[in-house]
């Protein structure tokens, strides 16, 4: 017996659901409403507080117009991840552990930059706009902790976001990254100012007084 929970949107059952870019594109479907059996609409996840929202439904009474619209709103998604990745001038190919300099649970990641596993984001987003991460705290972030939660910023975009620790491939070799992955690394991390000299105070008279 299938005891899986159905998603539905209102009264329509999602039958097929596509996630690209920053969308999640679903096509739902109801025996009951013989008007407009069929609805197309956008998803969003608000994962933090387990609900989604649905936005832009069109509803027909035609199958075949309602998987037109469907694939149409995927093309269109495809096409914006497209253009997003031409502006940001950013190599797509996916880092792997070459672009490390240290790997493994052993390793103290608090405030370096690491790199997040291709394989934990989807097909799109695998690219160092997305991998370099920079970890800023969590009991993820200690050696060999128990805890796995690592919190910090996406390097391009400067967004706080949060990883598991599994998630991340390693820390980022510092000689290897790009010319605009070291600028805003500067930007996000800037170097802490030199402490000034502690002055020691002078006892008894100054002999150079008149």
Known sequence: MDTKEKRMIENWEVKQAFRIGSAEIVLGEVTS????????????????LGFCEYSNSIGTDDYLEAVEEYTKRITAEAEHVRQERRERGVDNAPLTIRACSAAGHDVDITNKLVIIKADALRAEFRGADHQYFLAEGGFGC?????GNAVYGRNLYTGEKARWERYDVLGVAAPEKLPPWAKERLKQLQPEKPAASPTRTKQRGKNRDAR
């Not at 409403?33 to 933090?48: A, R």
């Not at 200690?142 to 128990?146: D, G, I, Y």
């Open 142 to 146: 200690k050696a060999n902790s128990r």
């Open 33 to 48: 409403n013989q008007e407009t059996p069929f609805v197309v609409s956008n998803c969003k996840t608000y994962s933090e």
